[in-house]
T-cell receptor, first 112, second 113 residues
Framework: GESVGLHLPTLSVQEGDNSIINCAYSNSASDYFIWYKQESGKGPQFIIDIRSNMDKRQGQRVTVLLNKTVKHLSLQIAATQPGDSAVYFCAETMDSSYKLIFGSGTRLLVRP | KAGVTQTPRYLIKTRGQQVTLSCSPISGHRSVSWYQQTPGQGLQFLFEYFSETQRNKGNFPGRFSGRQFSNSRSEMNVSTLELGDSALYLC????????????FGPGTRLTVT
């Protein structure tokens, strides 16, 4: 069953293309950021994280960029696949806190 | 290693009733957090427990409460249910600290009629 909002911004990409999902975070004191992927009927799944002392971090097919000046986070997915179709959330927190603050999410649709 | 498990997966309750949801963290994880997910408000933090103590709490009314047991399993309770409490309730566990990777369970879908 559905587990996320009905009016999320949607990014539609062709299979094989690169995807870029953006997020504006809220707290300039946040020092730890995470991207999550949520598929229908499932809980969020960790993709990649980054700390505030970095501006770029790469994983397998994914890259996260952090711009603290404008409080902006982006997730780049290389060679997007149908299995990447999901809702993507950014989350922020401070090391002193155990509370994740989530963005509103972006729905990624991959066209075959 | 088994993931985070939540029971029940689906629940239907009537306004005014109370409900208890259960979460079993990954073995060895001592921190358990709870989140509410709705279409209107998105994912919102409820509270976090570590070693049976609540370390942080979100902005929810006192009708929402939780606890953690010595084996790290956690329960959350909602009393005097309102229609607006209908949501997906997610539990996440991590080893200990706030910046440890949090692993989410599949959630409990609560419908209040």
């Amino acid at each position: 069953g559905e587990s996320v909002g009905l009016h999320l911004p949607t990014l539609s990409v062709q299979e094989g293309d690169n995807s870029i999902i953006n997020c504006a975070y809220s707290n300039s004191a946040s020092d730890y950021f995470i991207w999550y992927k949520q598929e229908s009927g499932k809980g969020p799944q960790f993709i990649i994280d980054i700390r505030s002392n970095m501006d770029k971090r790469q994983g397998q097919r994914v890259t996260v960029l952090l711009n603290k000046t404008v409080k902006h986070l982006s997730l780049q997915i290389a060679a997007t696949q149908p299995g990447d179709s999901a809702v993507y959330f950014c989350a922020e927190t401070m090391d002193s806190s155990y509370k994740l603050i989530f963005g509103s999410g972006t729905r990624l649709l991959v066209r075959p | 290693k088994a993931g985070v498990t939540q029971t029940p997966r689906y629940l239907i309750k009537t306004r005014g009733q109370q409900v208890t949801l259960s979460c079993s963290p990954i073995s060895g994880h001592r921190s358990v957090s709870w989140y509410q997910q709705t279409p209107g408000q998105g994912l919102q933090f409820l509270f976090e427990y570590f070693s049976e103590t609540q370390r942080n709490k979100g902005n929810f009314p006192g009708r929402f409460s939780g606890r953690q047991f010595s084996n790290s399993r956690s329960e959350m309770n909602v009393s005097t249910l309102e229609l607006g409490d209908s949501a997906l309730y997610l539990c996440a566990s991590s080893v200990s600290a706030g910046d440890d990777e949090q692993y989410f369970g599949p959630g409990t879908r609560l419908t209040v009629t």
